[in-house]
């Protein structure tokens, strides 16, 4: 199992002189403090762990990254869309709410590539369900918004509602997938702030 968190600790310098870079990573996985002094030094303060120190030469800043990049992977690319205009809130009345706010955006051509929507969506707050009485024909609604060339985004709260005759509660119960804790299963809450 890897490490799905944590910091890199690395910088790069350019020569004054010659204009040659190097950089140095520090891997480690304890917490660590790093500060830059004043005379051209810095001082590493871990907890402890293994000291793994990385050190990159080149002769341009671009070659020292791509020696980084080589040794811990290249950053994950995100669609294109995702870094795009997008609109989020919580409570757009049902689905008649969430056509008005694409409708104005549109009409006001103002750039908009993501519609999400928040939990309010969901059947009682159960991942997984729709509000068929707010968010009727929701898929409909989805799919004229894709025509548009916008893409939705539903929000979930990774809670499953404890409650006899959900599906996923039931399924997840019988595998016994949740959290155990002293007295069997942990239950938490989900708190719900601003309008509702």
Same mark, same amino acid.
């Given at each position: 199992?890897?490490?799905?968190?944590?910091?890199?600790?690395?910088?790069?310098? $350019? =020569?004054?002189? !010659?204009? !040659?870079?190097?950089? %140095?990573? $520090?891997?480690?996985?304890?917490?660590?403090?790093?500060?830059?002094?004043?005379?051209?030094?810095?001082?590493?303060?871990?907890?402890?762990? /293994? $000291?793994?120190?990385?050190?990159?030469?080149?002769?341009?800043?671009?070659?020292? %990254?791509? =020696?980084?990049? +080589? $040794? /811990?992977?290249?950053?994950?690319?995100?669609?294109?869309? !995702?870094?795009?205009? *997008?609109?989020?809130?919580?409570?757009?009345? &049902?689905?008649?709410?969430?056509?008005?706010?694409?409708? @104005?955006?549109?009409?006001?051509?103002?750039?908009?590539? %993501?519609?999400? !929507?928040?939990?309010?969506?969901?059947? &009682?707050?159960?991942?997984?369900?729709?509000?068929? *009485?707010?968010?009727?024909?929701?898929?409909?609604?989805?799919?004229?918004?894709?025509?548009?060339?916008?893409?939705?985004?539903?929000?979930?709260?990774? &809670? /499953?509602?404890?409650?006899?005759?959900?599906?996923?509660?039931?399924?997840?119960?019988? +595998? @016994? %997938?949740?959290?155990?804790?002293?007295?069997?299963?942990?239950?938490?809450?989900?708190?719900?702030?601003?309008? *509702?």
């Amino acid at each position: 199992m890897i490490n799905l968190y944590g910091a890199h600790t690395f910088f790069l310098c $350019l =020569e004054d002189t !010659s204009g !040659s870079s190097f950089g %140095v990573f $520090l891997l480690n996985s304890n917490a660590m403090e790093i500060t830059l002094q004043p005379a051209p030094a810095i001082t590493y303060r871990t907890i402890g762990g /293994i $000291l793994d120190f990385y050190i990159f030469l080149g002769n341009t800043p671009e070659q020292v %990254v791509q =020696e980084y990049l +080589k $040794l /811990i992977g290249r950053p994950f690319m995100p669609p294109y869309w !995702s870094l795009g205009f *997008q609109l989020s809130r919580r409570n757009y009345g &049902g689905i008649n709410g969430l056509k008005k706010v694409v409708d @104005r955006n549109r009409v006001a051509q103002i750039p908009y590539d %993501v519609q999400y !929507s928040d939990i309010d969506y969901m059947n &009682g707050y159960k991942d997984f369900t729709t509000d068929e *009485q707010a968010f009727p024909n929701l898929s409909n609604f989805i799919n004229d918004l894709h025509k548009q060339g916008l893409k939705y985004v539903i929000i979930m709260n990774p &809670g /499953i509602l404890n409650n006899s005759d959900y599906q996923p509660y039931m399924n997840g119960s019988h +595998k @016994r %997938v949740w959290i155990l804790g002293d007295n069997g299963f942990v239950i938490g809450q989900v708190t719900l702030q601003g309008n *509702q």
